[in-house]
């Protein structure tokens, strides 16, 4: 049976990639050295979202199919399209 195979070429081969081909043993910082390790130390860990200036309320609210269908129709940010004109009606 002939089959055509291309050659099994390794990643980190400089010369199939030149000399950009990385090489994980040579080119990875060490990072359990003294200085990744205070570097890593000063790192603020944040997790999640960022909290927003005026954080939401999220509640229940019935409101007629024909009014969610209106605001889904126009696409994504419909519940933000009807706390903006809730925020009309309201006058804020």
């Known amino acids: 049976m002939n089959v055509n195979k291309t050659p099994i070429v390794h ?6 990639y030149g000399d ?9 910082p060490d990072l359990s050295t003294p200085y ?13 979202r960022p ?8 509640t229940t609210i019935r409101l007629d199919p024909e009014v969610i269908a209106h605001f889904k129709a126009e696409g994504p940010g419909w519940q933000s ?5 809730l925020r009309k009606a309201a006058g804020l």
């Open 11 to 16: 990643p980190y081969d400089p010369d199939t």
């Open 20 to 28: 950009a081909a990385f090489d994980p043993v040579d080119d990875a």
């Open 36 to 48: 990744w390790i205070e570097q890593f130390s000063k790192v603020k860990v944040q997790r999640g």
């Open 51 to 58: 909290l927003a200036a005026a954080t939401k309320i999220s």
């Open 81 to 85: 399209r009807i706390n903006e004109a």
